[in-house]
């Protein structure tokens, strides 16, 4: 028999845990950093300081943190930054919690690549969300039909009111595609700097979040790197541009907490310290000097004095509505931090005393402790130390084994680029092509495989004394097609050779992609290029924007784009921002276990003429970055070359090698509507697994 009462019942109980549950729900929020310190439990796992999450220590965080209250009337934060220092757990660890449980909606987290973002999620977000008992709130991990999983996952997280998204700063796809009422774009300066046609990443994730009106809110955050291109450093700018204050303990006066401050009576403000009599430093005599009064402050008193400090604008009228902006470097961080005596240290170790400074470390000591960008003004790179990354490999031979020995991975792409230069007159054709190989392995260092010229041409500045007076008995080479001398078979058997890999002289691999710069005889290039194209050769065309002659600071610009003349087969290249790229590639050090960072550099054994200084090396001295100024102000920048002397042909050929890639992950995503979004990190992916 049916017992109605017992069903009733039951019916009453279930609609008393609905009406709980809704006038349970609080409409006053509480702010974010008081909910933190009561909710957020941080495990042992992601921190040298377990337990509930405290303020106490890192106070110039929890004013910030409180910007994501549903009453802050904050759109935009851009914060430039010091390396680690508690942001990602404090502001975007702790602030997704936040969202999740008091204010859910859509969410978009970046890191400076997808599987940056995947790990910060799994190894920082996720042991919170246990550890702090918030991981009811996410919707459970299932499996699709698909074989795709759903719901709790390292790059997507389902929750009641909303979904958490995490992806790569660096790709422009991230932006375009993810429409979120918070962003946390952490590493920003590492985002693309044109999204299409669309504008920067900040436009186009301000359009994305039109529909949650002036209630959406954008966290740019990044330790900044080079002035002229950071992209946080630009929208720090546009905001408030505030600076942690400290009370002076000696007179009350509340002042910027700054590595050095010349005062208005040429005395210094800031941290001053000694050096004894044989230049060394005298740890003892390290101190803070306050700008307001000359007063002493120990390193020991900066805890108290943190729990005093305060944020100040250091503009009146910021360019941009609503848009707070925040300096931070590590002169106040909290104690198990690495104190003023490593700081004094790593200033030192850039300004050597007597001697010129070193800018690489001080470029270094800027962005990772002072959280502020390094003007990179009239630079020249330098191949010196670039010649130590030669490797035991031989030209003409695929570095397969040298690149698996390097943990690098795998070769994934053979480039060939070349240059062209010389002169083609009715009465006068004297060409030279120069070219090089280049090995791009699955984790980004690349291998230089071989390299050479076609052609005899060289500049009357350039020749010696015997080329002149011996220049009537050398061949002259042509652009022309079918004519002796012409460069074009000669670089078609490169293009079409089979090259012994290193592990096994009986395996070839071939040419997957050519480049061809058209900048001089473009006509006759592109004949050549449309020709081996219709015969299954993937080979384009690429030449520098004509229309820009420098690259502005204020405009964000995209490395390639198809050319409207000859949108299938031509390429317009941004040349100073690969430049831009090519010159930090240079600069880039084995980690102390011999890892090699992305676009590290490598070369084979100088053989028969080639990889030497004259030859090649010095191709990469040829040119310099110079600042270009208009009305007293610097409005961008370009590489040009130092002088007419200076040879940078190879420099040229290895800038149209690093566009090589970018073409053909363009082919590749125009050849298939499903591939539209397609990154370069999925290409690896997709390519070697």
Known sequence: MINYTEINNARISALREINADIFGFNLVKPLPADWMEKTIYIPASTSVRPGLYSFEFTPYMREIVNILHPTDITRFVSIIKDGQSGFTTALVVGGICYIISETPDGILFTASDIQLAAKTVEERLDPVIRSSSLNHLIRPNVIKRSNNRSGDTSKKKEFAGGTLTSAGTNSANTFRMFSAKYIFADDYDTSPTEIGKEGS?????????????????????????????????????????????????????????????????????????????????????????????????????????????????TVEKPVERNHRSFQKNSIYNPPGFDGWR????????????????????????????????????GEAPRVNELMENTREYVPGVIPDLTCEKDGNGSIIMLTLSCDINGIMETDNEDVRLDWEILAH?????????????????????????????????????????????????????????????ESNTSETRNIDITVVDTGFGEKLAMQFIKSLYADGIMIYGVKGRVEDSYTKITVDKTKISRSKEHPKHLYNIEVNLVKEDLASFMKLKTGDDGTQPSGFMNYPQPTDGKYTMKSYFIHYEGERKTEVKKNNETVGFRWEKKNNQSLNHFWDVRIYNLVAPLVYLDIVKQSDPSLKNLTWEEFVMMITQ
């Open 342 to 377: 490593t700081l004094v240290e790593e200033w030192l170790a850039a300004n050597p005393h007597g001697e010129k400074a070193n800018t690489l470390l001080l470029k270094v000591f800027n962005n990772l402790r002072l959280g502020l960008p390094y003007a990179e003004v």
């Open 441 to 501: 392995s699955s984790s980004g260092p690349t291998y230089s495989v071989d390299h050479g010229s076609i052609g005899t041409f060289k500049r009357l500045r350039d020749k010696s004394k015997a080329e002149r007076e011996n220049d009537h008995n050398r061949d002259k080479y042509t652009l022309s097609h079918g004519m002796n001398f012409s460069v074009w078979p000669l670089f078609e058997e490169l293009i079409r050779k089979s090259y012994p890999m």
């Open 201 to 313: 990443p900040k436009m186009v994730m301000k359009t994305r979040q039109n529909s949650f009106g002036d209630k959406a809110k954008t966290f740019m955050i990044s330790t900044p790197t080079v002035t002229q291109t950071s992209a946080t450093y630009k929208q720090y700018l546009l905001g408030t541009q505030e600076k942690w204050n400290w009370p002076c303990p000696h007179c009350g006066q509340y002042f910027p907490v700054e590595w050095f401050v010349k005062l208005e009576d040429g005395s210094k403000s800031g941290v001053i310290y000694d050096l004894d009599d044989e230049k060394k430093l005298i740890p003892d005599s390290i101190r803070y000097v306050t700008p307001c009064c000359k007063g002493i402050i120990l390193e020991k008193e900066k805890y108290d004095l943190n729990l005093l400090g305060k944020w100040i604008p």
